[in-house]
């Protein structure tokens, strides 16, 4: 037989497990997360990749980079090891030398897209092309060198998966890419 005194107590210990159930399923208890209050970690950026143009030193490329007031970030300079290469071709003069180069029988464009930069584009080459003799001759026929990119990457924040916000990133792309010695700025994202 159960008395009162337990009866009491077995159904303060049933209120007391309702309350905790029902606590756990209406209120969102903050835990660790290293991202922003209301941020998922797929609306972050770890970092970003950029391109520079060929010649730009790892002092010039931090100083752009320090210009845009960026937050805490780790600079690696020269981080791709295989060249891309790129020509540099006057707005005037782009669908001339893209139609002479496609005449060519062994001639691959590159899969990225040019880069415009205002007065003129940035066209990437391939590793194939710079190989092919009849590709320097246009080169050195219209007087455009073949230059090298520089790659270098800053990656955010000083623990694993800390990142920016998508919409930080998008400004500070356009900003980067405004720079004459920019020509392209990639995401690195967080993969959680």
Do not use: H
């Amino acid at each position: 037989m159960i008395t009162i005194n337990k009866k009491k107590k077995i159904l303060i210990f049933i209120v007391f497990l309702v309350f905790i159930a029902l606590a756990g399923i209406f209120l969102k208890l903050p835990i660790f997360t290293p991202t922003s209050a209301g941020e998922k970690q797929s609306d972050m950026v770890a970092g970003l990749v950029i391109q520079f143009r060929a010649g730009t030193t790892e002092p010039e490329a931090k100083n752009i980079l320090d210009d845009r007031n960026l937050p805490t970030y780790k600079f690696d300079y020269n981080i791709i090891n295989t060249p891309g290469y790129y020509i540099i071709v006057d707005k005037n003069k782009t669908n001339d030398i893209r139609d002479e180069l496609r005449k060519r029988p062994d001639w691959t464009d590159s899969v990225f897209p040019d880069i415009d930069k205002g007065d003129y584009y940035i066209i990437t080459v391939t590793e194939q092309a710079i190989q092919d003799k009849n590709f320097l001759e246009i080169l050195e026929k219209n007087n455009i060198a073949l230059e090298k990119f520089v790659w270098c990457r800053a990656q955010f924040g000083e623990r694993p998966m800390s990142g920016i916000s998508k919409e930080r990133a998008n400004e500070l792309k356009g900003e980067l890419e405004m720079n004459k010695n920019v020509f392209l700025v990639e995401f690195e994202t967080i993969f959680s």
